[in-house]
């Protein structure tokens, strides 16, 4: 995904589609305010202590609704992770153990932000792959229209997929094809505008709440983290020679 929307949950929800009964659904969720954005809501696993806030660090309720003190947040060096790390140090002396304070919590964190979209795109009724495509003509800038060679390429999945993909969105009105002026067997996919209207919607409701997910983070740490995941990323890719970036579990 040079795709803008990375990093689907293994089980990001391809089922998940525009309500059949097409434009009047979708208007009435556009209209309705159907995206609004919900609070963000974290409870601790093994405490009593609730937070409405996300990272204020302020005291919560107990389950007995009692006022309680704020806790500290736990150092990076509390995680699991160092734990099991640590352990098959302890265990086979001399193995390298460095990736698994990595390579974990990026597996983890796929875990969760895919699970989290998929129920963002559940409730904005559209599934991932129908987003990619949406979006992807959505950048493009008018007239919002790709050859569909152009949006293999960009989406970074097989043409059969973008076959699928472009099919099942004209059966909902969101783009229509034709054939390329000059070039009749060229294929050119155009978004509709009940397609633009849809994107914006729901691009608008994944991002903010995707923002919202990463605000723990000051701006210079998610700038320094953006930068060196790009480095990670690259590097991965030269070793592993494979410079395919898909969603995960998609395509």
């Known amino acids: 995904m040079t795709a803008v929307f990375h ?11 525009l309500a059949a009964h097409g434009r009047q659904d979708r208007h009435a969720g556009l209209e309705s305010g159907r995206w609004r954005l919900l609070p963000f809501r974290r409870e601790r696993a093994h405490g009593a202590v609730r937070h409405l806030d996300s990272g204020s660090g302020r005291g919560g309720v107990s ?52 699970d989290d979209r998929s129920r963002v795109l559940a409730r904005a009724g559209v599934d991932a792959a129908t987003l990619d495509l949406l979006s992807v003509l959505r950048r493009s800038g008018p ?28 059966r909902e009105g969101l783009v229509k094809r034709h054939p390329a002026q000059g070039r009749p067997r060229t294929v050119r996919v155009t978004l509709t505008t009940t397609g633009h209207e849809v994107v914006e919607a729901t691009v608008d409701h994944v991002l903010h709440r995707e923002a919202e997910l990463i605000s723990g983070l000051t701006s210079d740490q998610q700038t320094q983290l953006a930068e ?10 030269h070793r592993a020679d494979d410079n395919r970036i898909t969603h995960v579990g998609q395509d």
């Open 7 to 17: 990093g689907q949950g293994h089980d990001a929800h391809p089922s998940l589609r």
């Open 63 to 114: 389950d007995d609704g009692a006022p309680t003190q704020a806790r500290p947040e736990a150092g990076a060096t509390d995680h699991p992770v160092h734990e099991i790390a640590a352990a098959w140090e302890r265990e086979r002396p001399g193995t390298p153990v460095s990736s698994i304070r990595i390579v974990t919590p990026i597996w983890q964190l796929a875990k969760l932000f895919g």
């Open 143 to 170: 007239p919002y229209t790709l050859s569909t060679r152009e949006l293999s390429q960009r989406s970074l999945v097989t043409a059969g997929a973008v076959s699928q993909r472009v099919a099942r969105a004209e």
């Open 228 to 237: 060196l995941l790009c480095v990670l990323l690259q590097q991965v890719q």
